[in-house]
């Protein structure tokens, strides 16, 4: 394998993370207030890659500079395939005492984000409100409200 398809190889995952990003960001981008918080999103997307691009060094530290990014900006959907991918790349290279650590490291650092950040902590309360988002059924103001339990059925 020569220099071209080993430098292809390293930058396909995060040529992949990328758009994702990009994508994510836009989808979220509000103006006034919230283009501050686009910036400082781009620059964790930024920071993301960068570290990602520089793995083959040191895997390590790459994992810890995206659970650092992970850890400060609170953006789960946009940085989180980044922190997978660093611990995979880990996985990958590294010798098992070291995954084990890193991964140990990457767990405690996932689930202690909610608490860092005043995150609603219940499962219920964090995977629910990402699923139903859109799909809230409203009654109309005048309209009969259905009733709270089904009618009895009489034998």
């Known amino acids: 394998m020569n220099k071209l398809q080993s430098a292809l190889l390293r930058a396909a995952p995060?040529?992949?993370i990328a758009p994702y990003g990009a994508w994510w960001i836009t989808a979220h981008a509000g103006g006034g207030r919230n283009s501050a918080h686009t910036l400082w999103q781009s620059v964790a997307l930024a920071e993301t890659?960068?570290?990602?691009?520089?793995?083959?060094r040191k895997p390590v530290g790459a994992l810890a500079g995206v659970l650092a990014?992970?850890?400060?900006?609170?953006?789960?959907?946009?940085?989180?395939?980044?922190?997978?991918?660093a611990l995979l790349t880990v996985a990958a290279t590294r010798h098992r005492h070291v995954v084990v650590l890193a991964a140990t490291a990457t767990a405690t650092a996932i689930a202690a984000m909610p608490y860092i950040h005043g995150d609603p902590v219940s499962f219920p309360e964090y995977i629910l409100p990402?699923?139903?988002?859109?799909?809230?059924?409203?009654?109309?103001?005048?309209?009969?409200?259905?009733p709270d339990h089904p009618p009895r059925q009489r034998a």
């Not at 890659?49 to 083959?56: K, P």
């Not at 990014?69 to 997978?84: I, K, M, T």
Request: aromatic fraction near 6%; hydrophobic fraction near 55%.
């Open 14 to 16: 995060v040529a992949a």
């Open 49 to 56: 890659l960068l570290a990602l691009l520089l793995r083959e």
């Open 69 to 85: 990014a992970y850890l400060a900006f609170n953006l789960d959907p946009l940085l989180l395939p980044g922190v997978l991918f």
């Open 130 to 146: 990402r699923r139903g988002r859109g799909r809230r059924r409203t009654i109309p103001a005048g309209a009969a409200k259905p």
